[in-house]
């Protein structure tokens, strides 16, 4: 028994020692912690500053325009749109308009009186826009005044000059030019009467014009005829009969795809005419008939033209400018002084601004439409509404005492829609130049008419 005891003793001892061995160690018990000091109480944690919210943005005043950015109008087209979106970036450096932003939407009619009319349609009843700017050319603004009519939207017209468009008896058309296509004859006529001496005045006149609402217009109202607005018969005198002008020559040409400009030119030079009055629908038919006269040197005492004030026809003419005479709603001498965010906005201003922006001088197709923003800015801000009916009846509450003052002068209308006491000025190219010859007197700046014509340089 004994024995059996002390063999199992051995193996507990054996055991131990070979645990041990393995490298199994005894761990003490970790020794009390001493109790830690009472923590501080925190300070409250700072909330973070909320998030800064921009107040929410005023629903901008959208202003719809359909313009010819392409075709035949392409040109002042173009030169109408940077106007009118000069015009709109100056508002809304200013603060806007009646707290709101303003937005142009402008849309490219493709000069087609189709597409302006799909365009004005949508613009009234799908886009909403607030207020309209007009369009380019009597062509598109003869239809497309019949719609804003009917919608009662105000439909301030830049260019679009047809006595046809204003005797319809509508309500809701502003003219911001000066006359009436019909009677804007008057300002050449006017300027030979009174600065070339009776010995040296023309006798004869050949008048050849587009086949083209405004050229036909102002043709009309030279030779003398009927305007029949589909609700009466208007009889227009013959301006250059009661001139003593014989017009020895008329032609028309057709409105698109005209080429035989050599032709014409022959033909007139064939008549004797003294007196050249040539009545373009654009700049780009202004070049050709003038380049034509040049090429068949037919050099009358004097040329009239309807178009060429823009530097795309100097450009394309060059020296052959020399002496042509063009009516103009606008030129940079004149100091005319309108208002913009209520505060006196000069024609030097808008001209300082604009070559700042486009890097390029104005012209009067740039300076039209910006004069016409300027006037239903004025509209907007005295109305305090952008309502198209109490915008309407503003403007045709102005009076001499108090019109709408823009950089082509002062405006205020007769029941027609067309300006009361405004007249064009009359420019001619001189030396490169685009000089103010008349009226004299009444602003600072005319220079002396050249009369007669320079030749036309050889070619």
């Known amino acids: 028994m004994?024995?059996?005891?002390?063999?199992?003793?051995?193996?507990?001892?054996?055991?131990?020692?070979l645990i041990t061995a393995c490298g199994g160690q005894a761990t003490e018990a970790p020794a009390p912690a001493e109790p830690a000091a009472p923590a501080e109480p925190a300070e409250p944690a700072e909330e973070p500053?909320?998030?800064?919210?921009?107040?929410?943005?005023?629903?901008?005043i959208k202003i719809g325009a359909s313009m010819p950015l392409t075709g035949g109008f392409a040109i002042p087209g173009q030169k109408h749109t940077d106007g009118y979106q000069l015009c709109v970036d100056l508002i809304n450096e200013r603060g806007g308009l009646l707290d709101r932003p303003v937005e142009l939407i402008v849309s490219d009619n493709q000069s087609d009186v189709d597409t302006?009319?799909?365009?004005?349609?949508?613009?009234?009843?799908?886009?909403?826009?607030?207020?309209?700017?007009?369009?380019?050319s009597s062509r598109l603004t003869f239809p497309q005044t019949s719609i804003t009519e009917q919608a009662q939207i105000v439909n301030p017209i830049p260019s679009g000059a047809s006595l046809r468009i204003y005797a319809r008896g509508y309500k809701y058309i502003f003219y911001f030019q000066q006359l009436a296509a019909e009677y804007v004859g008057r300002s050449p006529i006017n300027l030979v009467n009174d600065l070339v001496a009776a010995d040296d005045k023309p006798a004869s006149v050949a008048v050849v014009y587009a086949d083209d609402f405004f050229a036909g217009s102002i043709a009309l109202g030279l030779l003398g005829g009927e305007v029949d607005t589909g609700e009466e018969v208007i009889q227009l005198?013959?301006?250059?009969?009661?001139?003593?002008?014989?017009?020895?020559?008329e032609e028309m040409w057709p409105e698109e795809g005209f080429s035989d400009w050599i032709t014409l030119a022959n033909s007139m030079k064939a008549s004797g005419a003294e007196f050249v009055v040539g009545l373009t629908a654009s700049a780009d038919e202004a070049v050709l008939l003038t380049r034509a006269m040049q090429t068949a040197a037919y050099n009358p005492k004097g040329v009239y033209l309807s178009q060429g004030t823009q530097n795309e026809y100097y450009e394309g003419v060059g020296e052959a400018a020399n002496g042509v005479m063009i009516h103009a709603a606008w030129h940079p001498a004149v100091q005319w002084e309108g208002?913009?965010?209520?505060?006196?906005?000069?024609?030097q201003d808008f001209q300082a601004d604009f070559e700042a922006a486009f890097g390029r001088p104005a012209d009067e197709d740039e300076a039209i439409p910006f004069a016409l923003c300027q006037?239903?800015?004025?509209?907007?801000?005295?109305?305090?509404?952008?309502?198209?009916?109490?915008?309407?009846?503003?403007?045709?509450?102005?009076?001499?005492?108090?019109?709408v003052k823009t950089i082509i002068g002062d405006r205020y209308w007769d029941d027609m829609g067309l300006p009361i006491d405004a007249n064009f000025v009359m420019t001619q190219w001189q030396d490169g130049k685009l000089e103010f010859v008349y009226p004299v007197g009444e602003f600072p700046g005319t220079v002396d008419l050249i009369w007669p014509k320079p030749e036309w340089p050889a070619e």
Do not use: C, H
């Open 375 to 403: 006037g239903m800015e004025q509209a907007v801000r005295a109305t305090g509404t952008t309502d198209n009916t109490a915008i309407r009846d503003w403007f045709a509450a102005r009076t001499a005492g108090d019109p």
């Open 339 to 347: 208002l913009l965010a209520g505060e006196v906005y000069t024609n």
């Open 49 to 60: 500053a909320p998030e800064p919210t921009e107040a929410p943005m005023a629903e901008p």
């Open 237 to 249: 005198p013959s301006l250059l009969e009661d001139a003593g002008m014989e017009v020895v020559y």
């Open 116 to 136: 302006i009319l799909a365009q004005t349609e949508r613009m009234i009843n799908v886009d909403k826009v607030d207020l309209m700017f007009g369009t380019f």
């Open 2 to 17: 004994k024995s059996k005891f002390w063999k199992l003793m051995l193996s507990l001892v054996l055991v131990s020692l």
